[in-house]
């Protein structure tokens, strides 16, 4: 990117990075340090026309990744059942939209992220949480 004179970094992080996970300390801490890196690549790289940038999803719709052996270990490490996390999932009760969020609308944010039209977008984490994260 530096020989080819600029470009866009995005950098995935997720809502336990802003604001922790129960159970899941370790993941939200290592998402916390893509944040840090977003931050601090931003000043190393933006004399480069480097920009980065970072985005954090919150809960979002079930895809082949939420598997029943990562649902035990999750829900065993919160002293809870599957079927309580599962409920957990469905219950939109702390997302101020109501709704878990889609991949697509992570995607459309990630575009307009990497276009010019953001251009002055540089060393943030965008949160796409539907309005349950302070972050």
């Given amino acids: 990117m530096v020989k080819a004179g600029g470009g866009v ?19 939200a801490a290592t998402k916390n340090a893509v944040n840090s890196f977003t931050r601090s690549w931003a000043k190393e790289l933006g004399k480069y026309n480097i920009r980065v940038v970072g985005m954090a999803p ?6 082949g990744l939420r598997t ?12 809870i059942t599957v079927d309580d996390l599962r409920k957990g999932y469905s219950s939109t009760k702390t997302t101020p939209l109501g ?3 889609k ?12 276009s010019d039209r953001a ?3 540089h060393g943030v ?5 539907g309005g349950k994260t302070r972050g």
């Fill in 9 to 27: 970094i995005i950098n995935m992080s997720s809502e336990s990075g802003l604001e922790g996970s129960e159970g899941q300390s370790i993941y």
């Fill in 58 to 63: 919150g809960i979002m719709e079930a895809t």
């Fill in 103 to 114: 991949l697509s609308e992570v995607a459309d944010a990630v575009v307009f992220l990497a």
């Fill in 125 to 129: 984490t965008y949160n796409v949480a």
């Fill in 68 to 79: 029943l052996a990562y649902e035990e270990a999750l829900a065993y490490t919160r002293g």
């Fill in 99 to 101: 709704r878990s969020g």
């Fill in 119 to 121: 251009s002055y977008i």
